[in-house]
């Protein structure tokens, strides 16, 4: 993943080649959309101020993106893929369903904490235009359904002690959502610190006692 944090300051072109500075400079609108809409929420935020505060025309912001929809369902797309890899990562391990699944959570805990995550919305999908939301609430229902298959596995193997699958997810998956808007927090105290103490809240919650 490209580091956006290097990029901040070459924005007037001092780029390798044209296909790096395109890449680049859509991932600097995403991460200050993605900040803004985590902090403020879509509908008060506006195209403008993502322009104003990266120093450019709103223009240049249509360049990258069609619209504001286009902006948010970019970030959102973002939080899935950081979940995905999470999930694929929990997936692929040898072992117990509860150690799959913190791993699970430790992993999408540093995805989102991270710099490429700033850039991810992983709440406020609503905003998004009917095609959209459509499709994005298919695509939760797929990652759902993997990641209850998980923690069914840890039921079956009898390292999880749940009554409810689903339910159980549902907290899982909830728990970080807040983590973009307690920046300082994260920021004061690390992406590890995050990711270990969020992992062991998954354990202590989901273990049989």
């Known amino acids: ?9 070459r924005w007037n072109g001092e780029f390798e080649s044209s296909s790096e500075q395109q890449a680049l400079k859509r991932r600097l609108i995403l991460r200050e959309a993605g900040a803004a809409f985590n902090e403020r929420g879509f509908r ?3 195209l403008d101020e993502v322009a104003v505060k990266l120093g450019i025309s709103k223009t240049v912001c249509y360049y990258y993106f069609r619209d504001k929809n286009h902006l948010l369902l970019s970030c959102v797309e973002i939080g899935f893929e950081l979940a995905e890899h999470a999930l694929d990562v929990a997936e692929a391990l040898d072992g117990r369903g509860l ?5 699970f959570t430790r992993t999408y805990v540093e995805g989102i904490t991270s710099d490429f995550g700033s850039c991810a919305v992983l709440t406020d999908m609503n905003s998004l235009h009917a095609d959209d939301l459509k499709a994005v609430r298919t695509r939760q ?24 699958a689903r ?4 907290w899982i998956v909830s728990a970080p959502l807040m983590i973009p808007r307690l920046t300082e927090l994260w920021q004061s105290q690390g992406t590890a610190w995050l990711a270990d103490h969020y992992a062991e809240f998954t354990r ?3 273990a049989r006692r």
């Open 44 to 46: 008060n935020v506006s």
């Open 167 to 170: 339910a159980a997810v549902s």
């Open 204 to 206: 202590r919650s989901l």
């Open 1 to 9: 993943m490209a580091d956006v944090t290097q990029a901040r300051p």
């Open 141 to 164: 229902r797929q990652f759902g359904r993997r990641l209850i298959k998980l923690v069914e596995a840890g039921q079956a193997d009898g390292s999880i002690d749940v009554a409810n």
């Open 99 to 103: 150690d799959r699944v913190v791993a």
